[in-house]
């Protein structure tokens, strides 16, 4: 008899433990905004900073934040959260290629409906870079920063060979590699970024912005790279392989400091990082334009790695989540904050005239090159097989023209095709 | 009819035996049912299945990157099983000619098996690169620059040699472990009948540590299969996904093409030919060895 207790006790016991370990949609709370952050030091302290002014002055639901609670990428732990229910109201560092896919699936907030947007968008000097978020007048995520993607150069390298300048034109890039590379041990510059499916972002994407004068390179499910702007960008990338002007990779090291390439694509992230890792680099470093064949006038189309911010369809905080970041979003003074904090620049349009950054990009010059360039940088297209296309872009049009297995127009065509062939299959 | 009432000990037997029961059905067949369910329906994490038979199938084994993925573990086996054999052979015979610090000289072996897939990655990828040290050395010498990883086949090569150099050490004990149970009589034996090293390691090593072999052999064929971190750090899957695996095939399209449903039958297809080919090198190779 007390055996058969003990067996009962045993059952309710582990009964009991499996009820704890089952999985049940955390309650939301209605009480705060909750807000994930990205992982990085320098956004923590922006957002610290934000978010405790914002709660002192008492302008709304009091926020509190944790930083994306994640060791790999924010996709998955997001994603993660959202299985689990335990996905915050608010969440930054989503790419729009990302946020199009939470919109696929129904979880993020279309911001454009939400009360008091366009007077955000006019505040905060969005109205040319808002287009490049907006999906068939939806908008899913809106840009905090943008990141566009410039060519930095080692100054004393360009100045020894003769250039004054950075290239801004392919004939200029083709003139500097011949005076510069040394067959298979020095090239004159780093044209393919890596072999994840983002690094196209900044090869080919880049170039491809570059010479269309920011065209988009898809649209209704279709692909349109396939054009006379493909053709030069893939010229080009096909030109510096075949001529040994640059090379296969540059795993090994950072090209740039040991010369081993005097040019390369780089985004303002790899400030801080050379600031703190090659500062002796960084002090003979200039950036340039995203050449194409021939030099425009002001700044140049370029690719905009730029990370925005989602509000959840789980929230039930939602319009008081979105005055928080119309507040953070709008005020010029935490604007300015955030750009001293992580050296990325606001994703608005008035960066270089409004005086109130004047006085930041006026002693960084590298600084002020990005900023140029916030307006006229596109972000991806907005797909949510964004990972398909630029995987597609890699094996079909990069890596033969790395090889030279395609010419150019071959590759251009071949990939445009597969594109259009996945995006049929996956519609 | 009275039944019989269970005894003491079978009620301890019974709640001992539940423990794992209870286990198993959590973390192995309700995974396994929720696994085979998910394969047959359509589901995007947030809306509930939907029954969708064989689609998933159909789109599967139409795949040409899966297919191509499929392929690709073949490839990688036809370059890693050699080397790894090889190697783990070498390390068995060296085994036994050290005398002193056996156990530490074995102990060594294993750290490049403990060692993270994911730091040895990028240490290769260093090693490999077309600006490498590697190839750095190859042009100071014979002039030329070597394509490790932007050249398909090299690219599984390069692969190849760093998960052999990882397993090398431990399979190498393992056939070191078979190497001990040979007689040495037979050995003596051989000799007398003036048997050379080539005749004695064809004819009666290797068919005497025959068990060994296998159980490597067995292993190499599911580290095949399984292979995700090196391709996808060292390589990105490419040049043009001739390293690209199934693991890593299932891993993007589950969590960053988010189709579970569609990974679900990936991976039962998957589990399926590391099972069938384990099947056929058993039947092909293994043999049973017995000391009369």
Redesign the interface.
């Known amino acids: 008899m007390t055996?058969?207790r003990?067996?009962l006790q045993?059952?309710l016991g582990?009964a009991a433990l499996?009820a704890g370990c089952s999985s049940r949609r955390a309650e939301k709370r209605t009480d705060r905004i909750r807000l994930w952050v990205a992982p990085n030091e320098a956004e923590e302290g922006f957002w610290k900073i934000a978010v405790a002014r914002w709660n002192g002055q008492g302008r709304g639901l009091p926020v509190s934040f944790t930083t994306i609670p994640t060791a790999g990428a924010s996709?998955?732990t997001v994603?993660s959260a959202?299985?689990a229910g335990t996905e915050p109201d608010l969440s930054t560092n989503i790419f729009s290629g990302f946020a199009v896919?939470l919109a696929a699936?129904?979880?993020v907030e279309n911001l454009a409906a939400m009360p008091g947007y366009a007077e955000l968008v006019a505040r905060r000097d969005m109205g040319a870079i808002v287009p490049g978020w907006t999906q068939s007048g939806q908008v899913c995520a809106l840009p905090i920063y943008s990141s566009p993607t410039l060519l930095w150069w080692r100054t004393d390298l360009l100045e020894k060979h003769g250039f004054s300048a950075p290239p801004r034109t392919y004939d200029e890039v083709y003139a500097f590699c011949e005076r510069y590379g040394v067959a298979?041990?020095r090239y004159g510059m780093q044209v393919i970024s890596?072999?994840?499916?983002a690094d196209r972002w900044f090869d080919f994407i880049s170039f491809y912005y570059a010479a269309s004068n920011g065209a988009p390179y898809l649209e209704g499910g279709h692909a349109l790279y396939d054009n006379a702007a493909g053709l030069q960008a893939a010229g080009f990338i096909d030109r510096m392989f075949r001529r040994g002007w640059t090379?296969?990779?540059?795993?090994?090291?950072e090209?740039l400091v040991s010369g081993?390439a005097a040019g390369a694509v780089r985004g303002p992230w790899d400030v801080e990082r050379f600031a703190k890792i090659y500062p002796e680099t960084l002090a003979r470093i200039a950036a340039g334009p995203i050449v194409s064949q021939t030099a425009g006038q002001g700044a140049g189309a370029t690719f905009s790695d730029s990370k925005g911010v989602v509000i959840f369809k789980s929230s039930r905080v939602a319009r008081e989540a979105f005055e928080f970041l119309s507040w953070v979003l709008g005020e010029e003074e935490l604007n300015l904050l955030w750009l001293q904090r992580t050296g990325l620049s606001p994703a608005r349009g008035d960066l270089l005239e409004n005086p109130r950054f004047a006085d930041y990009y006026r002693g960084n010059q590298i600084a002020q090159a990005y900023a140029e360039h916030v307006a006229s940088a596109k972000p991806p297209a907005l797909s949510?097989?964004t990972?398909?296309i630029q995987k597609i872009m890699?094996?079909?049009l990069v890596?033969?023209l790395?090889?030279g297995q395609r010419t150019p127009r071959e590759a251009l065509a071949e990939a445009a095709a597969a594109t259009d062939q996945m995006l049929r299959v996956r519609a | 009819m009275k039944r019989p009432r269970l005894s003491?000990e079978a009620?301890?037997g019974?709640?001992l035996a539940?423990t794992y029961l209870?286990f198993t059905a959590?973390f192995w067949a309700y995974p396994f049912f929720w696994l085979a369910k998910l394969s047959v329906t359509q589901w995007?994490?947030?809306d509930d299945p939907v029954f969708t038979g064989t689609r998933n199938l159909v789109l599967t084994v139409q795949d040409p990157q899966f297919l191509q993925a499929l392929w690709n573990v073949l490839r990688f086996l036809a370059m890693y099983v050699p080397i790894a054999f090889g190697g783990a052979l070498v390390v068995a015979f060296g085994l036994q000619h050290v005398g002193r610090g056996k156990a530490f000289v074995a102990l060594c072996f294993l750290l490049s098996n403990v060692s993270s897939g994911v730091a040895l990655s990028l240490v290769f990828?260093?090693?490999?690169?077309?600006?490498?040290?590697l190839n750095a050395v190859l042009?100071d010498l014979l002039g030329i620059?070597i394509?490790w990883?932007?050249?398909p086949t090299l690219a599984m090569l390069a692969i190849a040699l760093v998960v052999a150099w990882k397993f090398v050490g431990y399979y190498g004990l393992i056939l070191y472990s078979g190497l001990l149970t040979v007689p040495k009589e037979i050995y003596d034996a051989a000799r007398l009948d003036r048997a050379g090293p080539l005749t004695r390691l064809v004819r009666i090593t290797l068919p005497m540590i025959n068990p060994q072999l296998m159980m490597v052999l067995v292993f190499a064929i599911l580290v095949s299969f399984g292979l995700f971190t090196e391709p996808f750090l060292i390589?990105?899957?490419?040049?043009?996904?001739s390293t690209a695996t199934p693991q890593m095939m299932i891993y993007?399209t589950a969590?960053?093409?988010?189709q579970p449903s569609h990974a679900a039958m990936m991976s039962i297809l998957v589990s399926a030919a590391t099972y069938l080919l384990v099947l056929v090198a058993r039947r092909l190779f293994e043999r049973k060895v017995v000391l009369a």
Request: net charge negative.
């Open positions: 055996a058969r003990e067996v045993l059952a582990g499996l996709e998955d994603l959202l299985v896919q699936l129904g979880q298979r041990s890596g072999r994840g499916w090379a296969l990779d540059f795993d090994a090291e090209p081993l949510e097989h990972i398909d890699t094996a079909k890596e033969p790395m090889t | 003491r009620w301890i019974l709640s539940s209870v959590i995007r994490f947030f990828t260093k090693i490999f690169s077309s600006t490498g040290p042009f620059r394509p990883t932007n050249h390589t990105g899957g490419g040049p043009a996904d993007e969590f960053r093409r988010l």
